[in-house]
């Protein structure tokens, strides 16, 4: 019985190690901007057409004309809070940077830093102050302030049956002027996904 025991356990080695090829993951690299759809749930191609629908919308508004004219330069935007009040996980960073990205690259407005990355920046400015040589330091108090801020939500609803679902996705973006509080342009985007589901699993 003893004498069987090691011969049992090399056995087992030798078919766990067999079967270690089959059982590693395939991965393919494809290009960021392909669309897969998986789950059917919020994803990369979701935040990235909403941001750039939406900001594009925002963009054709009287508004920017308006402030362009009235102050001879463009808007400078400030990208607040995205809330996510869905029932599932969304990184609204993802889609934050997406809405900034949609920003800059329009090329009709002006972007600054979030809160967070203004603390940082400050900071190296401090550390500038004491370290840096005078010709190349730079100064505190010269930062451009915003004159609109972008703030939104993110809200889903799901319906569900045997298998089958609907997931709606609402996203609504406003635009504040910062110095008079008023909304000078309100966007909403609506996404519907129906997803069936194998009753049979492989």
Not at 138 to 150: H, I, N, P, V, W
Not at 154 to 182: A, P
Request: glycine share 4%; charged share 25%; aromatic share 4%.
């Amino acid at each position: 019985m003893s004498a069987l025991r090691p011969l049992s356990h090399v056995l087992a080695a030798a078919i766990a190690l067999a079967l270690l090829p089959g059982c590693a993951p395939k991965v393919h690299r494809v290009a960021p901007e392909t669309v897969i759809d998986l789950s059917g749930h919020w994803n990369d191609t979701d935040s990235r057409l909403v941001a750039e629908a939406m900001i594009r919308d925002c963009l054709e508004r009287p508004w920017h004309t308006r402030f362009a004219q009235a102050h001879g330069k463009p808007p400078v935007v400030i990208v607040g809070t995205i809330l996510n009040r869905s029932r599932e996980h969304i990184n609204v960073q993802t889609f934050t940077k997406d809405l900034e990205r949609a920003l800059v690259n329009s090329g009709q407005v002006e972007v600054v830093a979030s809160r967070t990355e203004r603390a940082e920046v400050r900071e190296e400015r401090l550390d500038q102050a004491v370290n840096a040589a005078e010709e190349t330091a730079k100064a505190a108090g010269r930062e451009t302030g915003a004159d609109f801020m972008l703030k939104g939500t993110v809200n889903s609803i799901t319906d569900l049956v045997e298998g089958k679902s609907v997931i709606y996705y609402q996203v609504n973006l406003e635009l504040i002027d910062l110095l008079t509080n008023r909304k000078v342009w309100i966007g909403e985007k609506k996404i519907k996904k129906y997803i069936e589901r194998s009753r049979f699993k492989p």
